[in-house]
């Protein structure tokens, strides 16, 4: 994979006339040699239906008279661009009014993306239907007749399905199909078979083709959707509804599973499909940056105008970015992340736990999105796992606000405690899903869940920034009985806050009287009663994110790999890249700020001065410099810890330590 690409929207109306007609070589060529681009995603066909070169299998635009995939492919190898293949496969706007037959049905009838032919916008197919049969077609042709680097297929995944095909299949297999777990188990079969089909079609041709299925999101803990993609590529535009959380968390995951990935954002200011919308240079450098400190290559989004141009305000952009990565390449590939912590995704232990259920969707992210940003504010060195991943690497497993587990997690778990490592726990997590309560030793017993909300938290240890008293809390809790060290109180409100029974404009005062045991510490690890990664994600208070702090402290002790005094807003990975026999210490920094209606934005990047990083090793480096800068820079190892202090950085530095 290369490290600079561009995915190349073409999603083009039928009713727009002289398509491609102002198309150039010279100047397609100009662009990406501007933009410092080194592989570019090219249309066969788009949302709308359309091929963009001479097809049997499909029908070309109606307005476009030439082969403008083929002259785009001819012009990028010219000058040593790669060109993956996109094809729209999701989503068919010519078959939806041909074949409405064709179309995913939700339980209602109404369709998707859109409810119904009334409104503007596309339609969902359905991969049950024949409409798989017609896809296949366009992808072999593409194959047989382009010289391309790759195949993007959009808009896929598993969808539970109540069109009259998927209706009809599980019917004749006795199923209810309208009972929502019996739609969701066909939708996973449905989309496996779409997944083995495709790579069928693909080897038959180019055995080994690199092929990758977009659902605009890797879940966690389905590996066999992602291992049958021969790499990544994470959407997450970070101003298009993503936000700047998602990505981080996302490449925490893609980099347990072996596999190449690339982070994907766009150059608008919003979201795909925006044209005449611009980022700031500084916001793309930041994404771009973000992605190589998390191990990823760069993929930055564009949309072609229907004319064919190449729009020069847009290359100048991605140029500011990819001519600062095109530097750093040395030091990016075949990297791997130093952890001391394995978050557990709270959605990958949800698909282990309810195989056959559609998943909650963001609500199973929610306390895994509140850890990852403690994690990367805390500046803990992390990878979110799923319940396949070997723990060995790691000191301390976290497990987020509803991870009720069953024996085989347990027992993985209870192998990871046994050879020394520890577990955070919080809410219901460790609790046993046979009703046994806690699988391990974190200092206290479940008595059940509290009666009050919200209650109050009262620690009894310094937190910077914040002193003694109680806090609330809106998150809920449980009651245990503490049966190790006590770290921290509970207390309860005088009553709930009911019609008749209220206090206050908000919620009634904690009664100092109504104690209990909060947060405990025992011979597997620490255990927090309250759903604090959930507060954090949703309320942002600094109290959850203090106390978190403090016992991830408690429980990593000495152990802790780095420590550095970048402010909250930066973020720090440690990539250890084995072949070069040297780590390369990532910081960046930047602070988004929220614009408009909640669109988080990057204008300004501020100079950071007098860093402070401190890294664990086993023996003395042989030599510590700055990348790409190629300029050393004064360390002390002393006692198994090297230090070093960054002078200035502005956006994005690495630290590079021989070993």
Known sequence: MNFRQVHLDFHTSGEIENIGSRFSKEQFQNALKMGHVNSITLFSKCHHGWAYHPSEANTMHPHLDFDLLGAEIEAAHEIGVKTPIYISAGLDEKMARLHPDWLYRNADESTEWVKDF??????????????????????????????????????????????????????????????????????????????????????????????????????????????????????????????????PLSAAYARTLGMEFLGMTGKFHLSWGEFGGFKHPNALRYEASLSIANGAKVSIGDQLHPLGFMEPATYKLIGEAFREVEKKEPWLDGVESVADIALLSQEALFAHMSPEKDPPGKRSWIGSTGASRILLEGKYLFDMVDTEADLSKYKLVILTDDSIIDDEVAEKLREFTENGGKILATG??????????????????????????????????????????????????????????????????????????????????????????????????????????????????????????????????????????????????????????????????????????????????????????????????????????????????????????????????MVVIEY
């Open 118 to 247: 009334t409104v503007p916008g596309y339609h969902r197919m359905c991969m049950n239907s024949p409409y798989l049969d017609y896809l296949l077609a366009q992808i072999e042709e593409v194959l047989e007749r382009y010289d391309g680097d790759g195949i993007f297929l959009d808009i896929v995944g598993v969808f539970p399905c109540y069109c009259q095909h998927c209706v009809a299949k599980m019917r004749e297999r006795g199923w209810d199909p309208y009972a929502p777990d019996n739609a969701y188990r066909l939708g996973v079969e449905t989309y496996m078979n779409y997944l083995r089909r495709v790579r069928e079609t693909v080897d038959k041709h180019k055995p080994g083709h690199p092929v990758f299925h977009n659902a605009g999101h890797l879940s966690a803990g389905r590996r066999e959707f992602a291992y049958l993609n021969t790499h990544l590529e994470l959407e997450s535009l970070p101003t298009g509804g993503w936000g700047y959380d998602h990505f």
């Open 428 to 653: 219901d997590s460790t609790l046993m899903n046979d009703g046994s309560g806690f699988a391990f030793d974190l200092g206290a017993k479940y008595i059940g869940s509290c009666k009050y909300n919200p209650t109050y938290l009262h620690p009894k240890f310094e937190m910077e920034g914040l002193y003694d008293s109680a806090y609330v809390i809106y998150q809920p809790c449980n009651d245990i009985e503490a049966t190790g060290d006590i770290l921290a109180y509970r207390e309860d409100p005088y009553f709930n806050r009911s019609t008749f029974k209220f206090s206050s404009h908000q919620h009634t005062p904690n009664d100092p009287e109504k104690v209990s045991p909060a947060i405990t510490v025992g011979a597997d690890g620490a255990y927090i009663s309250f759903r604090l990664f959930s507060e954090y994600a949703t309320k942002g208070s600094l109290i959850a994110k203090q106390v978190i702090k403090h016992v991830i402290d408690v429980l990593l002790g000495e152990n802790k790999t780095l420590t550095t005094s970048l402010p909250a807003q930066g973020v720090v990975t440690l990539m250890n890249q084995v072949a070069e026999r040297r780590l390369v210490n990532h910081l960046l920094y930047a602070s988004p700020v929220k614009r408009g209606n909640g669109v988080e934005i990057i204008e300004d990047i501020v100079p950071v001065y007098n860093t402070e990083v401190s890294i664990k090793l086993d023996k003395e480096p042989e030599r510590v410099y700055l990348a790409p800068q190629d300029r050393d820079i004064d360390f002390d190892y002393t006692d198994g810890i090297l230090t070093y202090t960054l002078d200035k950085f502005e956006c994005h530095q």
